[in-house]
């Protein structure tokens, strides 16, 4: 739903990028040639002049005239036309593309056109499946849908790896038709099934819990009997923890025991019953539209087109090559504008060093791993874009310099992120934030298995966001997640709506999680509507929620004394270690946080010094607060069960009207009207519509597809 449309109309403040000072400088097109000049969009008649045909070759061309000195003062635009453009390799920037302030430098789709700069490459060749065994193979319901392409015919032969349980692997050959990912064929279709118990020797783990070093599990029914006869079937589980899945090839298969034995490296926690699992990359299994699979050693894909995918490109069903799409690395004041980018194995766009880039209104999605990484440099940002479904998270920003506390300044803003995490499952955020004083802003994120966003680091700023329907596969799960280092101190969390947010089959996780003694944050202004565990303070100090409003969560506030008993160690030996790697007896450090001076003096491992005031908590349940922590917070002036006249609470319109007794305690207003996306120039769909997940239930496969232009 358009979630507070009416209030969601604010434009940030427009961003000149120089693209419309003047007509483009030069032009490619998928007509064009590089042997022309570049300066016309369309080709002459006579087919002696017109665009160029490449992205090199107007970057080359800029080269040229910069080292002139003919480049125009108010810098230029590069405009690609309409089309479909293959990248084979990625389109490279460095500093001597670089622009200026005042001068930047576009490269910016054509106004109004589908632009799209494409991983991968068209499967043309499909033909029906005639093969008696691989007939055999194929589930009933399957043959006479299913056909295959023989890529090796095409060329194709790099296939990737398969290293589907490393999150630093690239994804490897995936199969995308009608602009969406097709899924690996895979049991069950949905959702997972249950690790009945484990076939090997019992210990206890640090905590005292069950658990099994070996990765041997008992299934339950007859249906992963039949992969045994399959040459590289793998399994995907939440294997002990609801917080950390893997991936295993599998090594054999015991019908008789209904065992499933998987090939190392072992989940580093163990195994135990419970648990749940699923199967995938297995050809018996290809059972229902939008399944695939491919036979390695021969280079023949399987495939049961989506329904509208139609003979004889299949919903132009194209697979990805490319590693990465688009990098800029020491290069500056540059903007990628407008574009579709799609189909690649690896991060789509990547910012090493430099200053001032824009990524700026794209769609970017069906990714290997990230949509864009901004490592380095100053000031970059990421900002109306729409990004989905993408193998790892969104948007990563690390920048600032933390021993100095000199801040990155990276920023994403404006953005779109939803339907991400499609391979690595958990700690792969919607924008993960690390360094100093970087911005997470006007956001939208929403359908994840696990977070929103994840921090780490010093003085971060996240605001007016608004997320919703994160943490479906996970609990003990945080929509905002930072923890277990005393030296990251100083972030903001303020004027954020998080709504329908409960974890994995209903069972629970958190809104706000600083988790294991994390200390020196604040949570202020947020409104918190149906979120279980909304703000929670794992046993950390120096902490504030403040002025934020809580509706139906459960609870609204988690207090914890972990340091005081199970978490003892981290208290006492890890924290102290990981805060003594900074130099916070020294300036800077001693003076943008005093607190640490004489801290390990202070009985660190006690959570003191939080402060919990002027909140309103409507339905639900307050607080979630141990004995040992109570003591050492402050509350004060909390509005508690008491109707705060909101202006309509039944519309999710949590203003509050001019009579409410919130104001009587010193409550300021939310500023509700600036919360999520805004419609400006740069915003990459509008408007944007969704529905939260309903409560206690998985999503299911069907969606809309991803907003296009």
């Known amino acids: 739903m358009c979630l507070l449309a009416s209030l969601l109309m604010m434009a940030v403040p427009a961003f000149d990028d120089g693209a419309n000072a003047e007509k483009p400088l030069l032009y490619v097109a998928e007509r064009g040639n ?11 008649a006579d087919r002696t002049d017109g665009p160029f045909a490449t992205l090199e070759r107007a970057r080359d061309e800029l080269r040229r005239r910069r080292q002139r000195g003919t480049l125009p003062e108010r810098g230029c635009t590069v405009e690609v036309r309409v089309g479909r453009y293959r990248l084979e390799r990625p389109f490279e920037l460095t500093a001597e593309d670089s622009g200026t302030v005042g001068t930047r430098i576009t490269y910016r789709a054509e106004p109004g056109a589908e632009v799209r700069l494409v991983g991968g490459r068209s499967i043309t060749n499909f033909v029906p499946v005639t093969d008696a065994a691989v007939l055999a193979r194929l589930d009933q319901a399957a043959r006479g849908h299913v056909v295959q392409a023989d890529l090796k015919a095409l060329g194709i032969v790099d296939y990737g790896k398969q290293a589907w349980y490393d999150s630093h692997a690239l994804a490897g050959l995936e199969l995308f038709s009608r602009d969406r990912p097709m899924t690996l064929a895979r049991w069950p279709n949905e959702g997972f099934t249950p690790v009945v118990d484990v076939a090997g020797p019992i210990e206890k783990n640090t905590r005292g819990q069950d658990t099994c070093r070996v990765g041997k599990i008992v299934y339950e029914g007859d249906r992963p009997s039949r992969w045994s006869q399959e040459k590289d079937g793998w399994v995907h589980g939440y294997w002990f923890h609801d917080w950390r899945d893997q991936r295993h090839p599998i090594a054999r298969i015991d019908p008789h025991q209904r065992v499933l034995e998987v090939k190392p490296p072992y989940h580093s926690s163990g195994y135990r019953k419970n648990r ?63 574009f579709t980018l799609e189909a690649c194995r690896g991060t789509a766009v990547t910012i090493s060093g430099g200053t001032e880039n824009r990524i700026a209104g794209c769609l970017i999605r069906n990714a290997g791993a990230w949509a864009v990484a901004i490592s380095g440099g100053t000031r970059h940002g990421v900002l109306g874009c729409d990004i989905t479904e993408t193998g790892l998270g969104g948007i990563l920003l690390n920048g600032g310099d933390r021993r100095r506390l000199t801040p990155g300044g990276h920023f ?124 929670f303070i794992g046993g950390g100090r120096h902490n504030v929620v403040e002025n934020n409003v809580f509706v139906d969560c459960q609870p609204a506030l988690h207090i914890d004394a972990r340091g005081m008993g199970a978490y003892n160690y981290g208290a006492t030996t890890m924290q102290p270690q990981r805060l003594k790697e900074m130099p916070y007896q020294d300036s800077p450090w001693k003076d943008r946080y005093p607190e640490l001076v004489g801290m390990l003096e202070d009985e660190p491992h006690i959570p003191k010094y939080n402060r919990v005031a002027r909140n309103i908590c409507v339905g639900g349940k307050w607080d979630e607060i141990s004995p040992q922590a109570r003591p050492h917070v402050t509350f004060l002036d909390n509005l508690l069960d008491v109707d705060p006249q909101f202006v309509d609470a039944k519309a999710l319109d949590f203003r509050l009207k001019p009579d409410s007794p919130a104001w009587k305690v010193g409550f300021k207003a939310i500023p509700i009207e600036k919360i999520g996306l805004c419609q400006d120039e740069l915003r990459a769909s509008w408007p944007v519509c969704h529905e939260p997940l309903p409560d206690q239930a998985l999503p299911t496969p069907e969606r809309t597809d991803p907003p296009r232009r």
């Open 412 to 535: 994403a803003e404006n953005n779109h992120i939803f339907h991400y995490s499609r391979w690595c499952r958990m700690y792969q955020p919607g924008v993960r934030c690390e360094g100093v004083g970087n911005c997470v802003a006007h956001n939208l994120i929403h359908d994840a298995p696990h977070q929103a966003i994840g921090l780490a680091g010093n003085d971060h700023v996240l605001e007016y966001n608004e997320i919703h329907s994160v943490c479906h596969e996970s609990n003990d799960a945080g929509a905002i997640y930072t923890g277990a280092n005393w030296s990251y101190r100083g972030t903001v969390v303020r004027h954020n709506y998080l709504h329908h947010i409960q974890g994995f089959r209903g069972r629970g996780c958190v809104g706000v999680y600083f988790d294991d003694i994390l200390s020196g944050h604040a949570i202020t202004g947020n409104i918190f509507y149906r979120v279980t565990r909304a703000a």
């Open 34 to 44: 590089d042997a022309w000049s570049g300066e016309r969009p369309e080709p002459k």
């Open 276 to 338: 749940w699992f699923y199967g995938f990359n297995l050809l018996c299994e290809l059972d229902r539209p939008g399944e695939w699979y491919l036979e390695r050693e021969a280079g023949v894909l399987y495939f049961w087109p989506p329904p509208g995918a139609s003979a004889p490109h299949y919903g132009d069903a194209t697979v990805s090559l490319a590693d990465t799409l688009v990098t800029l690395k020491d290069a500056s004041h540059v903007t990628l504008r407008g």
